[in-house]
C-alpha cells in the first residue's frame, strides 16, 4: 500500500480530513499519547520504530508549525529565550556524517551531535537514529541560554514507541496501524 493511501486510510478512521496526508498547523502538536496526530506522523515514515512527540511544552516555549506528508513529518518549536526556532524533521534516513555519538536518548535508539558552531553563536544537529527512521533537531542558540534551551529541548521532544502506539490505537479506537 502506498504511502498516500496508508495516510489516507488511517485519516479516514481517524475521521480527519488531510489531502495525501498534508497536514500544515500550527497548533496542535503530536503529543506522546496514543492520538489521531501522532497516527498520522507513524505514517508518514512507515516501519520508523520511534515517533517524535511532544511529552510537555517548557514554559516559554511554542510550536510554529507542524507539517507532515509522505517524505516525513517537520515541526519547529521556538523559545522565548532564542530568535531562532528548532527544526525537528522524521524522516526514514539520514547521514549524520561527522557527528560525534553522544548518551542514547532511549533503548533501541543511537544518538549523534554534530556542533557546527560554538560562538558566537551554538548551533548544529542532534540525529537520533533507529531501525527505519531518524529524528533531526537542528537548533541554532546564542551563547548563554544555550545549555539550558538545549536541555528542555531534548527534554520537550520524547521519543513513542511506534509499537505502542500500534497497540494502543488498536485497543482503544479499533485501528490498525501498518506496518
Known sequence: MSV???????????????????????????KCEPSQRLGIVAQSVPGAAYLP??????????SESFDVDGDGTRFSLR?????RP???ELAATCDVGT??????????????????????RYAGRFYDVFVDGCVTYEFDFARGPHIALIDELLRAVHLYPRRQL????HDQLGIRLDP
Open 4 to 30: 498516500r493511501r496508508r495516510c489516507a486510510t488511517l485519516a479516514s478512521a481517524l475521521a480527519l480530513t488531510s489531502p495525501a496526508c498534508g497536514v500544515t498547523a500550527t497548533a496542535g502538536m503530536p
Open 53 to 62: 512527540c511532544i511529552a510537555e511544552m517548557p514554559p516559554g516555549w511554542s
Open 79 to 83: 523559545s522565548d529565550r532564542s530568535d
Open 86 to 88: 528548532v527544526d525537528v
Open 99 to 120: 557527528a560525534t555519538p553522544v548518551a542514547p536518548r532511549d533503548e533501541g535508539v543511537r544518538t549523534y551531535l554534530l556542533t557546527e558552531s560554538v560562538s558566537p
Open 166 to 169: 500500534r497497540q494502543e490505537l
